[in-house]
């Protein structure tokens, strides 16, 4: 793994104003501690930073801080971001030697077609993005791959099937699944009347039609008083 060098200024001012003020000129509040180091407040560039943690070992980037006349070796832990910016608003470094086993975060990459699922019209469900491991500093890999060329639909891949580098170990359930070939996504159809629907719509049906029957009579009716009523009137 790579190692970058950023320097840091020592003894800045602790507290909301002063953090944004440091943030505001193109610094991050940070902290050092570990080894039984006293906790140290710091403050970095940045940019430096950034490039640092978006290089090829990403957030597991192995850092050497110049702190005066000193150097520790550290890595970032413990982010705190812009809740809107996506910014770094303070990040914690923790001392590591380089021949230390320490926890880490890696994230998990899938690679290969899954051909079977998708003739199938399946999908790839993906249900571990990163893997927490144990290495020393220079042994952690910057990512780890999941191939997904023999997935069909029902099975995974599991966390026993990815290849760890040499000195790499995990604790995590080797059963856990990394990737899921799922069946289709069922269509969804509308949604059938309910049965008291159907029966108020006969009866609203049969009503009307009672409806226009006692229309038709009524005027039948009225027509036959008329004629007799006329043949009465006529006769006398």
């Known amino acids: ?3 970058v060098t ?23 509040p940070a902290v050092l501690y570990g080894h039984g180091t006293d906790p140290m407040a710091l403050a970095v560039d940045s940019r430096e ?7 090829e070992a990403g957030l597991n980037a ?4 110049n702190v005066d006349s000193e150097s520790h070796l550290a ?7 812009h809740p809107v910016k996506g910014t770094l608003d303070h990040v914690d470094f ?16 899938l690679v290969g077609e899954a051909e079977a699922v998708n003739r199938e019209d399946g999908i790839v469900e993906q249900q571990l993005f990163s893997l927490t491991i144990k290495a020393k500093p220079l042994d952690i890999p910057a990512g780890l791959e ?24 995990t604790e995590v359930d080797p059963e856990d699944a990394v990737v899921v070939g799922q069946p289709p996504a069922a269509e969804e159809l509308p949604p059938e009347p309910a049965e008291g629907e159907e029966v108020a719509e006969g009866e609203e049906g049969a009503a009307a039609a009672e409806g226009e029957g006692g229309e038709a009579a ?7 008083q008329s004629s007799e009523g006329g043949g009465e009137g006529g006769g006398e």
Do not use: F, Y
């Open 1 to 3: 793994m790579e190692e």
């Open 6 to 28: 950023i320097a840091a200024e020592v003894g800045r001012p602790t507290g909301s104003r002063p953090s944004r003020r440091l943030r505001t000129s193109g610094k991050v």
């Open 49 to 55: 930073l950034r490039n640092a943690l978006t290089g």
């Open 62 to 65: 192995l850092i050497t801080l």
């Open 75 to 81: 890595m970032a832990r413990h982010l705190q971001r």
């Open 94 to 109: 923790v001392i590591v030697r380089r021949d230390e086993v320490v926890t880490a975060e890696v994230p998990i990459t």
């Open 146 to 169: 999941a191939d997904i060329s023999g997935l069909v639909i029902g099975e995974a891949v599991r966390v026993a099937d990815l290849k760890l580098p040499s000195g790499v170990e």
């Open 218 to 224: 009524a005027s039948e009716g009225g027509g036959e």
